[in-house]
């Protein structure tokens, strides 16, 4: 019966010790191994959560990159595009100004061949006739006496003279 | 291949053990007259508590080292403080101002200690509060305690949020276990309020069941093998299930729903029964599962000294190897079962019901 009688001096002595190894535990062991667990924990936690998170953005990142680069090689062909439009369009414009230019000279040059060979036509004729009544004068052996008359017969024939 | 080896080692150890034993035993047989082996008395010696600690014998003479012996008298109140070698193991009486105690050994083991008058030993004896060989190893257990965890919580702040390391990383994951695999489904959210007592409890008795298995100085006290000891760690266990019990665990005791009227004051006393039977199985639980194995690893020691030779100690070597094995699985196991039981009890104190 002994052996399963409490004796009272283990019985206050367990009490006591146990109480105290709970509290002085609970104050300096526990809590801060428990505490440093459950931090642990949860800096794993979003750790993970963290490297997740930044997966994603890589993800969009490499995503927005390929966006970017393919707009920029869609951007550049069309710049390169425009740039071989505008070049020929450049060329064909300073083509045809020239070809006016050209036309426009040609034209001045005509106009003033015209007319230098209208003037020269022209002082031909007065020499002509110049001549042609000199010749006449010669020929005739005396002047005429009605000079007036004379020259309204100059007049007229080159008047009526003409070239081709 | 070292299996092999130490197979054949272990085999050259038991034979030398049994021919050294066999011409020990011859030597013996010329001493005769040996006062007879009383068996009961030597494994009660064990199981029991004792006033100071015997370590071995020597010419015949005890060798170990007093423990302090406090008595209370209550009637006038005082307190006597001396040192237990003032008994001489029970040979002498001891006289303390008014009063003068012998010291009694015990049948079942342990001593008592009683009053002395007229010369005459009487059966009233002073309440005794002495250090005793189970109380010493109860300090020691609580030092060992308070060593390991606070030098883990000191190791928790050396290095925030980095890997365990060492004894820390040793210590963590059973920890964790008794915390996550034990406390947590039995307690759920209320689990971090009570996961301090019971880490302490399961801890508690896990190191005072190994140091019972140690055969020598620091250990050999049964601690936990003594009924006082279960019983105040079942009374803590009684005490917060019933405090931290809700409502519906007092209307499930008193007035448990739907149950027919006349049922309900006869299952009122079954429940407050059971109340007290839940930690009572606890306390008897521990005890009698530490103190049986001591009791068989005594007795297979005994074998001996029963057989009054050596050649049988290959044998009871074998055998108590065997048994402390299955011991320390044990300390472990009991440990286990007394702390998820109490969790357990402690989860059942606050069931989720219908309105909570």
């Not at chain 1, 042609?132 to 005396?142: D, L």
């Not at chain 2, 008298?73 to 101002?97: A, L, Q, R, W, Y």
Request: hydrophobic residues 50%; glycine residues 6%; charged residues 20%.
């Amino acid at each position: 019966m002994d052996l399963v009688t409490p004796g009272i001096g283990l019985v206050f002595w367990t009490t006591v010790t146990f109480l105290l190894v709970v509290f002085l535990l609970i104050k300096f062991a526990w809590k801060p191994v428990l505490g440093m667990i459950n931090e642990r924990n949860k800096s794993i936690e979003d750790a993970l959560q963290l490297a997740e998170k930044t997966k994603a953005e890589m993800a969009q990142l490499q995503a927005d990159n390929e966006r970017i680069i393919a707009e920029a090689r869609k951007e550049r062909d069309n710049l390169l595009k425009e740039a071989r439009e505008m070049k020929d369009q450049m060329i064909a414009q300073a083509k045809a100004e020239a070809s006016a230019e050209a036309n426009k000279i040609m034209a001045a040059a005509k106009v003033s061949i015209e007319n230098e060979k209208n003037q020269a036509m022209q002082d031909l004729k007065s020499q002509v006739a110049t001549l042609s009544f000199e010749i006449a004068e010669k020929v005739i052996g005396k002047e005429l006496e009605n000079k007036k008359v004379s020259d309204e017969i100059i007049a007229e024939s080159i008047k009526n003279l003409k070239f081709n | 291949m070292i299996l092999k080896l130490s197979k054949r080692n272990f085999l050259i150890v038991c034979f030398t053990f049994l021919f050294s034993c066999i011409s020990f035993a011859n030597d013996d047989s010329a001493v005769e007259e040996k006062p007879a082996f009383n068996i009961n008395e030597t494994i009660f010696g064990h199981i029991g508590d004792n006033h100071d600690w015997h370590m071995w014998d020597y010419n015949g003479h005890a060798v170990g080292f007093p423990l302090p012996v406090i008595l209370v008298n209550t009637n006038p109140f005082s307190i006597d403080v001396f040192m237990s070698s003032e008994f001489e193991h029970g040979h002498k009486t001891v006289t303390k101002g008014d009063h003068t105690y012998k010291m009694v050994a015990k049948e079942m083991g342990g001593q008592d200690i009683f009053y002395v008058e007229n010369g005459e030993v009487t059966d009233k004896g002073p309440l005794d509060f002495s250090i005793t060989k189970n109380v010493f190893t109860l300090f020691l257990v609580a030092i060992i305690m308070l060593v390991m965890f606070i030098g883990c919580a000191r190791a928790y702040k050396r290095r925030p949020g980095q890997a365990p390391k060492g004894f820390q990383a040793w210590l963590e994951p059973v920890i964790l276990f008794i915390k996550e695999d034990v406390i947590e489904p039995n307690l759920g959210r209320h689990a971090d309020k009570y996961t301090p007592y019971l880490l302490t409890v399961f801890f508690f008795i896990w190191i005072s069941n190994m140091m019972g298995l140690i055969p020598f100085f620091p250990g050999s006290a049964n601690l936990t093998g003594n009924i006082a000891v279960t019983f105040v760690l079942a009374v803590f266990t009684l005490l917060i299930t019933n405090f931290s019990g809700n409502k519906e665990y007092w209307k499930d005791i008193f007035c448990m729903p739907g149950l027919p009227w006349p049922l309900i004051p006869i299952m009122a006393v079954v429940e407050v029964i059971g109340i007290f039977t839940k930690p009572f199985a606890l306390m008897i639980r521990l005890f009698a599962n530490i103190t049986a194995g001591h009791i068989i690893v005594l007795s297979l020691t005994s074998l001996i000294f029963i057989f009054g030779t050596l050649a049988i100690a290959p044998v009871s070597v074998f055998f108590v190897m065997f048994m402390d094995v299955l011991e320390l699985f044990v300390a472990a196991l009991q440990a286990y079962i007394f702390t998820m039981l109490s969790a357990l009890f402690i989860g059942l104190a606050m069931p989720e019901g219908h309105e909570a």
